[in-house]
């Protein structure tokens, strides 16, 4: 039988459970026990490491990834709600790249010549490469955290300049083609067919004509196009929408 140590000095988190739980996923006879700062693994079989590597590879992969994605979004000059959002999207994305098997050689072979184990040790000496890839991932996702709160931001300073602006036109057709191009009717029948231009261009000449009515055809065929949601933010009321 072969015994490890798993320690951990800093993280609050109920270790004798998650190895219990990862371990009882694995074909071996094993026993846990709580001490003082950590649990110890006891493992019978061939190649024990490669039993405790694959429920730490887990434990240090997925359930202490949270700990450390939260201390990055922790530190970021956010509200709370907003590094509530970020947090949410870092862990989605750092799932999406977790590399276990990599992890889990990385761990067989310590516990070779190692039959002691601290996490946050193992995790900041010799997992750099997940912790930066974690910290890119906190990153991305305050970007777009940003980016999304300016959009809005933005989205709102139009819908007030639209509210308190006199209407130029009294109504308009405005016709999103599935090739990307966009046509414009005025009550006359007056068509004019932009075929280059951008959906912040045609929002913002929209903002500048300010119709009194405005019926939107989406022939885009996508569930959310974004000219589509921009004009229904801005406009609000005043807009007829046909899918």
Not at 143 to 162: D, H, Q, S
Request: with cysteine; proline share 2%; hydrophobic share 45%.
């Amino acid at each position: 039988m072969t015994v490890y140590e798993i320690l951990t000095y800093e993280y609050d988190l109920p270790l004798l459970k998650l190895l219990n739980r990862r371990m009882s996923e694995l074909d071996c006879a094993y026993a846990l026990e709580t001490i003082a700062e950590g649990v110890v693994m006891k493992i019978r079989g061939e190649k024990p490491e490669d039993a405790a590597a694959e429920a730490l590879a887990t434990v240090l992969g997925r359930d202490l990834r949270y700990f450390a994605l939260a201390e990055y979004a922790d530190a970021l000059p956010l509200s709370l709600s907003e590094k509530q959002s970020v947090l949410a999207d870092a862990l989605e994305a750092a799932q999406c790249r977790e590399e276990r098997r990599i992890l889990k050689q990385k761990i067989a072979d310590y516990l070779k010549t190692h039959r002691t184990l601290v996490l946050e040790g193992f995790l900041r000496f010799r997992m750099q490469e997940f912790l930066m890839l974690w910290e890119l991932a906190v990153e991305q996702a305050a970007a777009r955290v940003l980016m999304n709160k300016e959009y809005g931001e933005l989205i709102e300073t139009l819908r007030r300049f639209v509210n308190g602006r006199t209407s130029r036109v009294d109504a308009l057709s405005v016709c999103i083609h599935a090739d990307g191009t966009i046509t414009l009717s005025d009550e006359n029948d007056v068509h004019i067919e932009y075929v280059d231009c951008t959906p912040d261009g045609i929002l913002n000449l929209l903002v500048n004509m300010a119709p009194g009515k405005l019926t939107v055809y989406d022939l885009s065929g996508k569930e959310k196009n974004r000219l589509t949601e921009a004009i229904l933010q801005v406009f609000g009321d005043r807009v007829k929408l046909y899918r």
